[in-house]
């Protein structure tokens, strides 16, 4: 018996074999065989045990491509559906349409001409600025910590800015400011502290100028409403931030009656926590 080892350097695209007639011995037998073996060689060489590029005009994968390893596109690669991925490695990643991944690193760039989609997410921040007033509102401090104390019995408005804290296209859903009333309330004053939030247009282009959506201090007793607790704005429809045509803010207001007897300056305005979901990121 006589052993044959395929030779993976070398490719045989054609191979002469016995015609009828010709001497049938083991050389005329062999050379099909060590050509078939070679050929063998070869391709295992590229396929899996080696490190050789595989050149091919297409792949057509009607069902799932599973690559273990890397996967090296030189030129372009174009995706007429979606693409999915739990990570996505790369210098540089430009999407047309859309890209929808779990986690994306890149050590360079990542662009698209839509914008970078991601599935669903819910973020809470915290805020208590940029921040500006007219009369009434004043900062103040205890130790280690700042706030803001109304210093009037007439309604004066607390201004938050939100542009530059929320990203472009995020669905605002939650604001809650933290609030504290001034002791010494003989009852709840006529006017309750309110919390609004306000979308103001520049230019030309976009939604008019007005109030989102607004609430005001529901607090039952002087006892809930001269403790620390929630003022909770919960949008009836979450509303879409367009920073490219419009700036933010929340609007806070001091409790107010008339100037009568149950309302009380010194309350104090700790912050806002802004909840918002986002499936696109672009920019603030």
Known sequence: ????????????????????????????????????????????????????????????????????????VGGNMTVDGLLTAQ?????????????NAGNVVSDSNVTAGVGFFVAERTVTVAIDGPAETDEGWELDRATNDFFWVSTTTSQRRLRIHLNGVIPRNANI???????????????????????????????????????????ND??????????????TLTLGTSHTADTSTHSYYVVITSESDGGGPYAIAGAEFYGLLVTYTYTRVDRI
């Open 218 to 231: 529901g607090s039952a007793s002087t006892t809930a409403y001269q403790a620390e607790h929630n003022i």
């Open 87 to 99: 990570n996505v490695n790369t210098n540089t990643l430009q999407a047309a349409v859309l890209v």
């Open 173 to 215: 859903t939650q604001i809650v400011a933290r609030f504290k009333g001034a002791p010494g309330h003989a009852a709840l004053p006529g006017g309750m502290p309110d919390l609004i939030l306000y979308r103001k247009r520049i230019g030309t282009t976009g939604a008019a100028s007005g109030v989102v959506d607004s609430t």
């Open 1 to 72: 018996m006589s052993t044959v080892t395929g030779n993976s350097a070398a490719y045989h695209a054609s191979v002469d074999v016995p015609d009828d007639g010709d001497e049938r011995d083991a050389a005329a037998v062999l050379v099909v065989a060590e050509a078939a073996m070679d050929n063998t060689a070869f391709l295992y060489e590229r396929v899996l045990g080696g490190g050789e590029i595989i050149n091919v005009g297409g792949i057509n994968a009607a069902g799932s491509a599973d690559i273990a390893g890397s996967a090296h």
